[in-house]
């Protein structure tokens, strides 16, 4: 079974500084992807991050960027000069990487981050 | 078009009424997907679509019926819900389930409130 864990319920961050989010997962597989989804107050959830778990090279996107370990089966998200529309709910997830059901997302039950002007 | 439009964004139904969630996307995917999202929680799978054949049912109640008439469209279509189902339903697509890479892109929801 796949399980995702998120600790931290909520964090806060002063605006331009840097914050990381912490995830670990469970999983049987021996490939997978993992992610960072950003839900704002409009609720659409938004893709921040990716990351295959085959590539040992860490997954970055502009200000957005990811510690993977893959032994120890974590995945945090660091967000550097945070910015005040970076305040949201993150949820870390995982999915398979072959065969169907790619789209079945398993989701950690999130981090609620705010952004302090 | 990279959006995925849900409509409505609020909805308010009895026990007894009948409705319809719609979800629309003209991005060429042939996966959709319904997620269920409850209060503070994170989204669930409900159901996927994967060239318009219902390939995923999460063990949904049958007063949750998917529908997908055609590669651009999908539908919900409820009856006899519970006020437990109250919840934000999410439709999201990719480009195709088996290579989705979980690279989905999510509608901002239905807010639905069973009175």
Redesign the interface.
């Known amino acids: 079974a796949q399980t995702v864990t998120q600790s931290q319920p909520e964090m806060s961050v002063q605006e331009a500084e840097t914050v990381t989010l912490s995830c670990t997962y469970d999983t049987s597989e021996s490939d997978y992807?993992l992610?960072w989804y950003k839900q704002p107050p409009?609720?659409?959830?938004?893709?921040v991050i990716?990351q295959?778990a085959y590539k040992q090279q860490n997954a970055t996107e502009n200000r957005f960027s990811v510690n993977f370990q893959k032994a120890a089966k974590s995945f945090s998200l660091k967000i550097s000069d945070s910015q005040l529309g970076d305040a949201a709910m993150y949820?870390c997830?995982?999915?398979r990487?072959y065969?169907?059901?790619?789209?079945?997302?398993i989701?950690?039950?999130?981090t609620k981050l705010s952004v302090k002007p | 078009d990279t959006e995925v439009t849900q409509t409505p964004k609020h909805l308010v139904m009895g026990m007894t009424n009948k409705k319809s969630l719609k979800c629309e996307q003209h991005m060429g995917h042939r996966?959709m997907?319904w997620y269920k999202q409850k209060a503070k929680?994170?989204?669930?799978?409900m159901f996927?679509y994967?060239y318009e054949k219902l390939?995923?049912n999460e063990s949904v109640p049958s007063r949750f019926s998917p529908e997908c008439p055609n590669s651009s469209l999908l539908n919900l279509h409820l009856h006899a819900l519970q006020p437990e189902d109250s919840a934000?339903y999410?439709c999201?697509s990719?480009l195709k389930?088996?290579?989705?890479?979980?690279?989905?892109f999510?509608?901002?929801?239905t807010?639905l409130s069973v009175l």
């Open positions: 992807y992610f409009s609720r659409q959830m938004i893709l990716r295959e949820f997830a995982q999915t990487l065969g169907g059901s790619q789209g079945n997302l989701f950690g039950k999130g | 996966a997907y929680k994170p989204p669930e799978l996927v994967s390939s995923i934000l999410l999201a990719s389930e088996e290579l989705s890479a979980g690279k989905l999510f509608g901002s929801g807010q």
